[in-house]
Nanobody
């Protein structure tokens, strides 16, 4: 099972980026998926999660109103649209998926079994 994250890069404050995470090896169409991030010198933290039918989403307070998580089950891919980026959004962003199917969302690292390799986002001021 592989989760391949992409779309990171360098952007100025106020700009936008769209991250993608493509899953291979198994389908996650019946599982929640999530995004986490780890800034330099900090612990990894939850960013967003989406249920398998895209009915339920959850966001960290720090990104609410600026980031949008979405998914395309036909493509086994989850996205993170990031708008109004701030320097404090600078981090390596990881996508993740749990092994079990569920109807809800997960906000804790321990709920996730599969992790992507990370894509780096740098926001300059």
């Amino acid at each position: 099972v592989q989760l391949q994250a992409s779309g990171g890069g360098l952007v100025q404050a106020g700009g936008s980026l769209r991250l993608s995470c493509a899953a291979s090896g198994r389908t996650f169409s019946r599982s929640a998926m999530g995004w986490f991030r780890q800034a330099p010198g900090k612990e990894r933290e939850f960013v967003a999660s989406i249920s398998w039918r895209s009915i339920v989403t959850s966001y960290a307070d720090s990104v609410k109103g600026r980031f949008t998580i979405s998914r395309d089950n036909a493509k086994n891919t989850v996205y993170l649209q990031m708008n109004s980026l701030k320097p404090e959004d600078t981090a390596v962003y990881y996508c993740a998926a749990p092994r079990q199917a569920s109807s809800g969302v997960y906000t804790q690292e321990y709920d996730y079994d599969y992790w992507g390799q990370g894509t780096e986002v740098t926001v300059s001021s």
